[in-house]
């Protein structure tokens, strides 16, 4: 069922699909909800799936000029709070997972698991934000030329022809996203802090999964944050750039399965 709520005097498109314990899905940087359809289809025979269109994407509304990757945490709080959710499985793709830990960071308690998908505790490094200026840029100039060139380098090069079709319907939804909303985020990740106590200190089972062909995480970053947390899990698959959830859609998928079923079946005091 897809539904609109309001947060921050803002309107947010949400995806509620399944019974049972709730397993929230984030979307990344010029992504929505529709990115996770495959998943959410499958995670919900078993799951109440929540898809949230993070403000300024999809057809959720802006909060404001800078989205602060805490007050893009505060939206998706309200949305589970709105819902009448209490404890649930977050994962978060890219920016989605800078999303998911700056939400573990102020709601820790509400947290069953954790999983990072291609995306990484680090904050920019000085170059990345250089790389992020320049990038608002061009958004302002032209915003459908950046977002076009953006996408095929998610992929791994050896992929870009195999996954055609799946490029050119994430050039859509990307288009479908406001100058603002771009600039919102762009500007919002730059000033992201570092979160890898997060990691440090969970008492929760965590996921990470990379691509050894992604472009925009090196793999063996992601693989030096997974031994921080004390119940992590990390894989990284061999072919696959940024967008796993294309690229290894079978294989992640069971993997997000898997990670599920052992983050639900834990016993822990509500």
Known sequence: MIRTLKSKGAKIRVSDTGKGRAVVLLHGFLESMEIWEDFAAQLSKRYRVICIDLPGHGRSECVGYVHRMERLAEVVKDVMDELGLRRYLLVGHSMGGYVALAFAEQYPEYLRGLCLFHSTALADSNEKKLDRERAIRLVKKNPLNYTRQLISNLFAVANVKKYRKEIEGLKKIASRTSKQGIVAALEGMKVRKNREAILKFADYPILIIAGKRDNVIPWETLKAQSAHPRLGKF????????????????????????????????????
Do not use: D, P, Q
């Open 235 to 270: 894989k990284a698959f061999e072919g696959v750039g940024h967008m796993g959830f294309i690229e290894a859609r079978n294989e992640t998928l069971r993997l997000l399965k898997r990670f599920c079923y052992s983050s639900f079946k834990r016993k822990v005091k509500e």
